[in-house]
């Protein structure tokens, strides 16, 4: 299809679209707007229909007013006398008053006088047994006190009646209370052709259960009466009629001739036949209009267009007469191709340029399509297959690759038709042992679309071997470092039992129990103990190293006070302290009590960090020990105001023999185990610990543990 069939198309979907759309819109407004007059119109006439009903209702309720403070009425509730209904309440006098039931009630309950009459015929008839039982059983309320006045509808096998109830009261209105009068009139079909003057109206009576489900608000009173559409010829509303109990007790339907909306239909059908010549007439001069102005010229330029693809010719160029947008698009053309002159001039020289990058690589490189198809490889190929790459083009992948493995054309396979995107890598051996690592990639458009598969294929025998190497010499240094955990541990064993006795036979001169000493022989000899006892710690804290490198440190969890402990460790350190007069302050989370762990590790752990913060802090510090509670775990920080650590020494000194100052003269002493060991032992315990310092800010050391340790955790090598 061209162009002009297209626009012919386009303008007879759009008119189409428009008398749709237009039609539509149309008979949603108009019929909508003569849909609400006729609705307005049957709201007047059912308020018409209402207001006479109640002024019905309101008539009769106003004459049993006066006849039940009438003092004859009252006389005759007290005597009975039947002069009474012989002279007031005869035939004539209940037709002329539009009534055709009368009921006295006394105060018990009982009847005393009651009359029917067919207001039709104007004679007495008896009392319909449905109506009479309304009155016995008091189904209308009597009255109670002398303001009462009722009026309403009653629903009964008979008919529908409007019924009023009024107190029995002398002229003055002041009592006392002598009975319930009950007038009424039947609601019938004499009655309801009092309406026909209104014209089309008419009107039935129906009971709740025959109306429409219109929902709540008709029952509930809010709304005094309801729309119906019946068909396209009728339209109803609903009048609720009220009981005595004051709910809707029944309805009059009023039916009326649609007439209005009738009109409107044929109002919407002239409009819909004018708008669709008008859009016929402008859709055909639109369409003549375009093919001469535009579309003549579009065919021009899609010629020209086709001779360039054709023709393969990018120099040539258009020439349009005019000054409108064909001009500016005929020169973007002109201007395109330009362009496209000179990027496929540059296209070729990158292609050239990508082809000699490729095959300066040491790879292999293979492009298969989705068919196992080779397409491309670079100039590598011929030196690891022996022939040119132009001789496989288009040959299948398994042609090529025979029988060298097994798994290598099954995963590319999985690559290719899963389109999942895995690479993997496969070595093949050759007989001279060399071995070659392939890769294969998927390969994927801009839209994600697979494409295929890369093939790279590299010689990794050297480094097959390299790695060989490495591995032994892994090996060789894991038994190299267990032989020197083992090794430290046996010696610190042998070295500890000569060592106690030296540090045992010096402690026992120095108590002069064998003699007493000269200055110089007493100070030599502290020096010995002095000496032995610190050989002693470095040695305990190498065994202890050791053991948790060589896995052999035991694990015995107990329950105790966590703030016990901290206290006996200040205390254990208070001379320490006090000899640089550093304050020691202890803050201890509410809510913390005991934990589960390794007692010994655990004050360890803490011993030792104490230790360090009071060596490195100067005289006057302060050291603030805090402990909070993080989720299940302990968290115990220890900050002081000493000399602090460079950010890059924070994981160096955590490593064994490591301290900042490692000259032969640096101002503080220790062996660089204490934090290496504290590392291990939180670790060994199921912890974590970290430092935060800067030199001249003091250091701050937490450490976090579990409050309930379940025993012995991984220990990772430092």
Known sequence: MNVSDKTLVIICLIFAF?????????????????????????????????????????????????????DKTYEFMEDKNPSYSLSYLTDEILTEAGIDFVFYIDNSGDMVYGKVIDLGTGTEISVPDDLLRIIINNEVPLAKNVKYLTRGVIQSESGTRFITSCPILPNSGAGPLRGTLIIGKKLDEDYLRTFTDIPGLSIELKAREEIPPFGSEVFNGNRGEQIEVLNEKWIAGYIPLTGISGEPEVFMKVNYPRDLYTQGKKDLLFF????????????????????????????????????????????????????????????????????????????????????????????????????????????????????KPEEVIGRSHKELWGNKNAQLAPFVGSVINNGDGKSGAFELNFEDRATW????????????????????????????????????????????????????????????????????????????NFGSLSPKQEKFINNISTSGKHLLCLINDILDLSKVEAGKMEF???????????????????????????????????????????????????????????????????????????????????????????????????????????????????????LALVRQMVKLVGGKISVYSRPGEGSEFVYTIPLINSGVKGITDL
């Open 18 to 70: 428009l008398i749709t759309f237009s039609g539509l819109a149309s008979r949603t407004i108009l019929l909508s707007s003569y849909m609400e007059l006729e609705k307005q119109d049957v709201f007047e006439k059912l308020e018409l229909v209402e207001h006479d009903i109640d002024t019905e209702l309101l008539r009769i309720a106003t004459l049993n007013q006066e006849w039940a403070v009438w």
């Open 272 to 387: 819909i036949m004018v708008f669709f010549f008008t859009c016929l007439i402008i859709g055909v001069v639109s369409n003549f209009l375009i093919k001469n102005l535009f579309i003549s010229r579009l065919i021009e330029i899609e010629r020209f267009v086709t001779a360039v693809k054709e023709e393969n010719n990018l120099s040539k160029r258009i020439a349009i007469n005019g000054g409108d947008e064909f001009i500016r698009l005929s020169g973007g053309i002109n201007s395109m191709l330009e362009k496209l002159e000179r990027s496929h001039k540059e296209l070729m020289h990158r292609e050239s340029e990508k082809q000699a990058l490729l095959d300066s690589l040491n790879e292999v490189l293979i492009f298969l399509d989705s068919d196992f198809q080779i397409i491309w490889a670079n100039s590598r190929f011929f030196e690891y297959f022996g022939i």
């Open 437 to 512: 690592s392939v890769n294969i990639s998927a390969v994927r458009g801009s839209d994600e679309k697979l494409l295929g598969v890369i093939e790279s294929i590299l010689d990794v025998t050297e480094v097959k071997k390299s790695e060989e190497k490495m591995l032994q010499a892994k090996l060789l240094a894991e038994n190299a470092n267990r032989a020197k955990s083992e090794f430290l541990s046996n010696m610190s064993h042998e070295l500890r039992t000569p060592l106690n006795s030296v540090i045992g036979f010096s402690d026992l001169l120095l108590e002069k």
């Open 556 to 674: 015995r969890c107990i329950e105790f006070s966590v703030q016990t402990k901290i206290e006996e460790v200040r205390a254990l350190l208070f001379p320490a302290s006090g000899r640089k007069n550093i304050s020691m302050a202890l803050e201890i989370e509410e809510g913390i009590s005991t934990i589960y762990t390794d007692e010994g590790k655990f004050v360890q752990i803490l011993f030792n960090l104490l230790s360090n913060a009071i060596k490195f802090t100067p005289r006057d510090g302060h050291i603030l020990v805090k402990a909070v509670k993080v989720g299940d775990m302990l968290q115990i920080s220890i900050r002081d105001t000493g000399i602090g650590i460079p950010e890059e020494a924070h994981e160096i000194i955590f490593q064994p023999f490591m301290q900042l100052d490692s000259s032969n003269a640096r101002s503080y002493e220790g062996t660089g185990l204490g």
